[in-house]
């Protein structure tokens, strides 16, 4: 048995079975971790001792006999954006190089408390600012399938180390695509839930009003598997929805024959590869095999979905990163004599270029004077796209569209072009604004072997269609 490839439930049921043990699964991912992770940089931080008291208890519990939870022994990755007790956070920055929280992330701890065994920290762009993962302080990711390209960002180190069968499955979060977009460069799965699906207590914000805490997979099953687990109400986020959190599981193999495809003409236009076109277009015929019926919708305001998203999002990551002062928990900068020199040495030593450059942007658009014409005007165009997604499903019961424009690119491609980065993120920053959920799941490859993702758009807390739909998908193909 090759420990390092299996399934949730092929890993959960070899535990349970007795045919190995939780500690032997994590020791053989810390031992794929040490042979694979020097060339990747997936992971920031190593979490081997609250890993293996974890897997004590998941085999003690087996020897009993007694059913194993239904994460019980899976080693899993966490985004370094999530709280973890004891356990380094530093959001890929330098100003919380040295952070150890004092409590854990309401997702962390749904995980643990369903047997997850938590390997370690996975690397990302600072504060989940970016479209690569070269933004992180300490180094960036490289995609498994071709080391010379990157993984997608912001959730990088998640996607590849799923990949790289370095976990079984990664919590990663989605401001404007960081979950779905590395799915799609890495070939997993990606599921970014509805905003107020499941708890962000505990993440680290960029911007509070667009983030989203989900899985990075193998398969959709898993990913079905790690949602029903870290969903429902938590009355530590007053943003989390008291909505009643479906069997995810067992909606998975209900017929989708019969079931109406949205495809927006927006999603198809200029910027598309070619390869990329082919293979959604692909997918597609796939699902209307299954008989799935295709219908044209229009989301007209599409064209205004990046300049919405960059203005929004900016001007939260203004306001949450003021808390970053070198006054108490972040990096201080030494030899300073005064209040307003230590602000600004610290948060100039501690944050990165595109970090800066979007607190700036923030600012900006919510400084007297323009806060209307820029901020104001955005959360507007944010209500007419949010209305496109909410006529088209009137007609279909989800949305089929590229993840990305384009299959992985080089590391350094687009690295001095923020606006060209900014725009890898066109096919998947309007579901954050609208607040429904998406999934990317594998449908191809380009000749040079770079996996493509499919990305499936469905309503407001309707999960179960979208995954019901990946999943017919991943089986058929």
Known sequence: MDLKSLTIDAARSAVQQRETTALALAEAHYAHIQKEDGQIGAFLTLSKERALEQADRIDRTAAEGTTLPPLGGVPVGIKDVMSTRGVRTTAGSKILEKYIPPYDCTAVARMEAAGAVVLGK????????????????????RNPRDLSRVPGGSSGGSAAAVASDMAVVALGSDTGGSIRQPASFCGVVGLMPTYGRVSRYGLIAFASSLDHIGPLAKTVKDAAIVLRTIAGR?????????VPVPDYVAELDKPVRGMKLGVAKEYF??????????????????????????????????PYAIPTYYLIATAEASSNLARFDGVRYSHRALGVKTLSEMYRRSRDEGFGTEVKRRIMLGTYALSAGYYDAYYLK??????LLTRDFDEAFRKVDAIVTPTSPTAAFRLGEKSNDPLAMYLADIYTVTADLAGIPGISVPC???KEKLPIGLQILGKHFDESTILRLAHAYEQAA
Do not use: W
Request: charge should be negative; aromatic fraction near 2%; proline fraction near 6%.
């Open 234 to 242: 938590d009355p530590m986020d007053s943003t989390s929805a008291d």
């Open 444 to 446: 191809g490859e380009t």
């Open 378 to 383: 955005a959360q507007k165009v944010r209500t």
């Open 122 to 141: 996975m690397n990302c762009d600072e504060f989940a600012m970016g479209s690569s993962n070269e933004n992180s302080a300490y180094h960036p990711v």
């Open 269 to 302: 236009g200029e910027g598309l590869d070619d390869e990329v076109r082919q293979a959604v277009e692909a997918a597609i015929d796939k699902l209307k095999e299954l008989g799935c019926e295709i219908v044209p919708v229009s989301l007209p305001h599409t």
